[in-house]
């Protein structure tokens, strides 16, 4: 049995708004070959569990149909390991700002 | 809403949706076949200078603080000509309530949407003017929607929008993430039908009202701090607002002299629509992908009438490469002690090479910054680029290639601009207005007028290279 996710639960749900098919005119073609799709965040309506047709209520007071795919999603978004190419340029330009005040 | 519409009946609705959604009748301002009274559009919102700092002082929008870069001034001069090497000040506009210059476009829809009892605010905006609406909606009690183009046909978040994501969600607003393509203005014609709410659009004049408080802020604090108006302001553009509603609070603060400059990065070679290009970028805004076209055409937004019209107002048009804006982004941090940017720091970045040129009396004003974090930083852009199969190496910048190799100088004097040929841009600007006339039609008298306002040219000027585009196509 899939794990049941509490209404009230804050989720993400997933659909395709618009198929491949359905898109609009004059698009590059990576694009037409993929669907439109929404994600959006919410409070789960009912019980479910993921991969359910759900409905949430979302921060705007609105209702939203969609597939459950998460439970309090996290945002993962950080900044990764220090850039090799970016690291360095405090150290030169502080040598040259001294290499200036030496001059003047 | 329990279903989605099909995507021609929203679209054949369009322009009623609109109409509803930012209550401005644009046909009234129409004199002609292409021709509108700009001046009056914006004269009609309600709002004059000091109205809108009122409005804006009350969420804790604007006065900014004006700071010397003193130390990447000392960096200009040690590389400039004797006697050269102009001081630097950047406007911090990262100090507004939601971390960017957004909150000044956002302060004025978002009031008006309160005064005329619509129930809540909505925007189409992957940037930070989402968070600043948000932000404002919050302060005033109003609900948000902000919808985004957020991730690729992977499910791959590009990292900027995501923080944006979080922001948005943090000050309360519900937020539609979606993946790549234009039909993201149809799901927000959806969202507008079915709630009801004011259209927070980046380009009424609302928005462009609400940016000139900044150029009237910076003519009279860089006055006060040196005595004089700037001799450059340098403006990042993307969709041709902040440079319009700049150089509008510029002249209004008298400072006529000043030359306002445009600076975006440079991703020529990738496509704005493309879900392989989306997160290749590295860069969500200030970049020729959109300021190209939209001075080029500007009413291409979500209302009939964009208030901002870039080509009025560029005395000149610079791009940068993206490794240069990076560069600049760890100048400001390890020189000045502001972590800032990365997007926002296109005008840095142009301002380096500017200064360099220039006397050393003189003076350059970047006019914005704006805040950073998580996702919104060099190290999150440059990791994802690495992850993408894309080359991030130093050297001269002038081998970067948007998309496969981001090159960061390894030296200041490496940093440069490149001209934009404003006169070709208003030839291009002219050749889309002809093209917008139904066939047959002529532009009459009272759109060469406006033709030759929008292209800061004559109108004999104007009249020569239309006649030039029908002889040659």
């Known amino acids: 049995m899939p794990e049941c996710i509490p209404a009230g639960t804050w989720v993400e749900i997933h659909r395709v708004v618009l198929a491949p098919a359905e898109r609009a005119p004059h698009l590059p073609e990576d694009t037409r070959r993929v669907p439109l799709e929404l994600r959006v965040r919410g409070f789960l309506a009912g019980p479910a569990s993921l991969g359910d047709e759900v409905e949430i209520a979302t921060a705007a007071g609105r209702r939203l149909r969609g597939t459950l795919v998460a439970a309090n999603p996290a945002y993962t978004h950080g900044f990764g390991a220090p850039v090799p190419a970016l690291s360095p340029i405090a150290g030169e330009v502080r040598a ?5 005040g030496r001059e003047r | 809403m329990s279903d989605w519409p099909a995507y021609g009946e929203i679209m054949a ?3 009623d949706i609109v109409r509803a959604a930012v209550g401005i009748d644009y046909a009234r301002y129409a004199t002609g076949a292409l021709a509108f009274d700009y001046e009056r559009l914006l004269a009609d919102c309600g709002y004059d200078l000091e109205s809108a700092r009122a409005v804006q002082r009350r969420t804790g929008v604007g006065n900014t603080p004006l700071v010397e870069l003193e130390h990447v001034t000392a960096l200009v001069r040690a590389i400039a000509a004797p006697g050269k090497g102009a001081r630097i000040f950047v406007k911090d506009e990262a100090a ?11 302060s004025l829809s978002v009031h008006e ?3 005329r009892g619509y129930p809540g605010v909505a925007a189409a905006t992957s940037g930070n003017y989402g968070a600043a609406v948000a932000s404002q909606a919050a302060k005033l009690g109003l609900r948000c929607i902000v919808v985004q183009e957020a991730f690729d046909g992977r499910g791959l978040a590009q990292p900027e929008i995501a923080e944006k994501t979080r922001a948005c969600e943090a000050y309360g607003a519900e937020v539609l993430r979606l993946s790549v393509g234009p039909e993201l203005f149809y799901v927000f014609l959806c969202v507008l039908r079915d709630t009801g ?10 928005s462009i009202l609400g940016i000139e408080t900044l150029g009237v802020e910076v003519a009279e604090q860089t006055r006060a701090a040196t005595g004089r108006f700037p001799d450059v302001v340098i403006a990042t553009h993307a969709g041709g607002g902040n440079v319009t509603g700049t150089a509008r609070g510029l002249r209004r603060a008298g400072a006529v002299d000043t030359t ?13 629509a493309s879900d392989r290009d989306f997160n290749r970028k590295s860069f969500t805004t200030g970049h020729t992908g959109f300021s190209v076209p939209f001075t080029t055409w500007p009413d291409r937004t979500d209302v009939p009438r964009s208030a901002a019209r870039p080509l009025r107002y560029l005395d000149r048009f610079v791009t940068v490469t993206q490794g240069e804006v990076f560069y600049a982004t760890e100048l400001l941090a390890v020189l000045e002690g502001l972590q800032r940017g990365p997007a926002g720091n296109t005008s840095l970045a142009a301002a380096i090479p500017i200064a360099r040129t220039l006397d050393a009396d003189r003076v350059v004003v970047v006019q914005e ?9 060099p190290i999150a852009q440059l990791t994802l680029a690495q992850q993408l199969g894309i080359e991030v190496v130093r050297g001269d910048p002038r081998g970067n290639l948007p998309g496969a190799r981001i090159v960061v100088p390894e030296h200041p004097a490496q940093l440069a601009v490149v001209d934009l040929d404003l006169e070709r841009l208003r030839r291009s600007y002219l050749r889309n207005a002809s093209a917008s006339l139904p066939p047959g039609v002529r532009p009459g008298d009272a759109d060469l007028a406006f033709l030759a306002a929008e292209t800061r040219t004559t109108r004999g000027r104007v009249e020569e290279i239309i006649d030039g585009m029908s002889r040659t196509t």
């Open chain 2, 96 to 106: 507004n309530p939601s971390g960017s210059f957004k909150d000044r476009r956002a």
């Open chain 1, 96 to 100: 040259l700002l001294e290499a200036r």
């Open chain 2, 197 to 206: 709410f004011f259209d927070a659009s980046l380009y009424t004049p609302y």
């Open chain 2, 113 to 115: 949407a309160r005064r």
């Open chain 2, 13 to 15: 609705q369009r322009a």
């Open chain 2, 260 to 272: 306002v400059v445009a600076a975006s990065v440079d991703l020529g070679g990738l496509h704005m």
């Open chain 2, 369 to 377: 910054t704006e805040y950073t974090g998580a996702g919104k930083h």
